[in-house]
């Protein structure tokens, strides 16, 4: 039982390059998040999907886009990378018992570099 | 809006001495409270939860948080810490009105626990 699982680990794209970060759980828990953590910001929240096919903007939603295809899988993409956009990304579930008290659980993440 | 605020961007205290890490917080509504802990290149790990009832609050690793309505604040402590609870550990809000992005949890910006041996 993996939990969340996050990849690619580590990364490195130069300006304008596009990537998709990918995100699946085996928790069958039915809302996904993805975070960004920058140092001194604490964790802010760039998309959500509460369940498959469905996803909303979340905090620092510019600059990215998602896709839930189903309930397994939440990736992240990319598609012109920008300097502001180095960070970890934090990939993370919800239990729909848990739907009303957000208890979550987090991927291990992937470090990005954009030069 | 909600909001959480950890004054402290680094705690240090010695092993065995108990530990305080600081959070307050602002939410329409009551809250939810919770605290993770993020060890070096791992994601977040949940530690405990304030929904309501009880203000002290139980949670894994023998930490406790002790929610207080009226000054807004709901402090990490441990009696008697030890060089493996050093991390970076977070708070976070939610309000328990369900509505738009107030249903998301908001967190701090972190507090950075050093236990010296």
């Known amino acids: 039982n993996a939990g969340v699982t996050q990849t690619p680990k580590f990364q490195v794209l130069k300006t304008g390059q596009s990537m998709t970060l990918q995100c699946a759980q085996d928790?069958?828990?039915?809302?996904m998040y993805w975070y960004r953590q920058d140092p001194g910001m604490g964790l802010r929240l760039i998309y959500y999907?509460?369940?498959?096919?469905?996803?909303d903007k979340g905090e620092v939603p510019n600059g990215y886009n998602v896709s839930r295809l189903n309930k397994r899988e939440f990736s992240l993409r990319l598609e012109s990378a920008a300097p502001s956009q180095t960070s970890v990304y934090f990939c993370?579930?919800?239990?729909?018992?848990?739907?009303?008290?957000?208890?979550?659980?987090f991927g291990p993440g992937t470090r990005l570099t954009v030069l | 809006a909600q909001s959480v605020a950890q004054p402290e961007d680094q705690v240090n205290v010695a092993e065995g001495n108990p530990l305080t890490v600081k959070c307050t917080y602002s939410v329409s509504g009551n809250p939810y409270l919770f605290w993770y802990v993020q060890y070096p290149n791992r994601g977040l790990q949940f530690l405990l939860k304030?929904?309501?009832?009880?203000?002290l609050v139980k949670g894994s690793y023998g930490f406790e948080a002790e929610f207080n309505k009226s000054q807004t604040s709901f402090h990490l402590k441990k009696p008697s810490a030890l060089v493996s609870d050093s991390a970076l550990y977070f708070c976070?809000?939610?309000?328990?009105?369900?509505?738009?992005?107030?249903?998301?949890?908001?967190f701090g910006s972190g507090t950075q626990l050093t236990v010296l041996p």
């Open positions: 999907s509460a369940s498959e096919g469905t996803t």
């Open positions: 993370a579930n919800r239990p729909l018992s848990d739907a009303s008290t957000d208890t979550q659980y």
């Open positions: 976070a809000v939610r309000s328990t009105i369900s509505s738009g992005s107030a249903r998301q949890l908001t």
């Open positions: 304030y929904i309501t009832g009880d203000n």
């Open positions: 928790m069958n828990h039915n809302s």
